[in-house]
C-alpha cells in the first residue's frame, strides 16, 4: 500500500483579482487543510468555493454581475512522496527510494473577492455544461422576477481583527482566532495529545474567541479547530511540522 504524504500545493491559480494574499503561507497553508469539498468559506474579504474533482468542469456566475461572467473552478493539486519497489532495498533492509508525484486532492476550487457594500451574495453553479444551484449549499432563494432559484451566502458586514499576537505572556498562553459570530472554535497541541474536544474557546466579544491556558515554560505546537477543519493561527508567523508532516504553529512560553 502506498504511503502518500502531502508535502506542498502544487497549484494555485485563481480566476479573479482578489485582495486575499493567496501566495501567502497562510492563505496556502489553509487551503491545504480543506478536508473535502464542503459549504463555502469565508475567509478574510473572500469566499472560496470547492466542489468534487469528480466533476468535468465546474463554473460560478454572480446575479450582481447579471450572471454575465463565469469563473471556472481550478483543481486543487498537490506533490507528495511515494516509495519505488526496490528489491535490493528490501533485502539489504534500505530504506525505501521516494519519488515525487503529482495527487489530486479531490477538490475543484474558486475564491471570489466579493463586492463592498453587499450583505448578501446570489450564485449560480455550471456543472458539467448545466445550470444548477450549490448542490453543497443549502440556502437557496427564489428570485421573484425570473422565478430562478439562486444559492446564496450572508457576508459579515465586516472582518473581527483578532488581538495582537503576543508571545511573551508568562506561566500562560491566550489563544486567540477571528470567525463569524456564533461558530464553535476550539484548540488542540502537544499539551493535550491534540484532543480537538477538551479545549473550547469562548466568544468574548462579536466574532473574537479566546481562551488562556496555564502552561509550564516550554515550546508547545497548536492549531485551532474550526468546522471539522484543522487551523494554524494566522496571528502566529512561527510555523513547525508535527511528525505526521502536518503543518502547526509554534509559540514559548516563558
Known sequence: MKNLTILALLLLIIGNTSAVDMESYQFIDHLLSIPEPGVPEIYEDAVIFTQPSSYRRVGIAFAHEGYGRIYWFRKLIISGEEPVPSRRNDEQGLP??????????????????????????????????????????????IDQKTGITQSVISLPETRPEAPVFDPSQAGSFTFSYAAPPGEHITVGGNFN????????????????????????????????????????????????????????SEVQVR
Do not use: C
Not at 521516494?98 to 450564485?123: A, K, M, N, W
Not at 453553479?125 to 449549499?137: C, E, F, Q, R, S
Not at 462579536?206 to 509550564?216: D, E, M, N, R
Open 96 to 141: 525505501p527510494v521516494l519519488r515525487v508525484v503529482q495527487q489530486d486532492s479531490g477538490i475543484l476550487f474558486h475564491v471570489y473577492t466579493f463586492p463592498e457594500g453587499i450583505g448578501e451574495l446570489y450564485y449560480r453553479l455550471v456543472i458539467d455544461g448545466l445550470w444548477t444551484t450549490d448542490p453543497a449549499n443549502p440556502r437557496s432563494r
Open 193 to 248: 495529545n491534540w484532543d480537538p474536544f477538551m479545549y473550547v474557546l469562548k466568544e468574548t466579544r462579536p466574532g473574537i474567541y479566546t481562551l488562556t491556558l496555564p502552561l509550564p515554560p516550554g515550546t508547545y505546537h497548536y492549531v485551532f479547530f474550526h468546522r471539522g477543519r484543522r487551523l494554524l493561527d494566522p496571528r502566529n508567523p512561527l510555523r513547525a511540522y508535527t511528525r505526521e508532516g502536518q503543518g502547526a
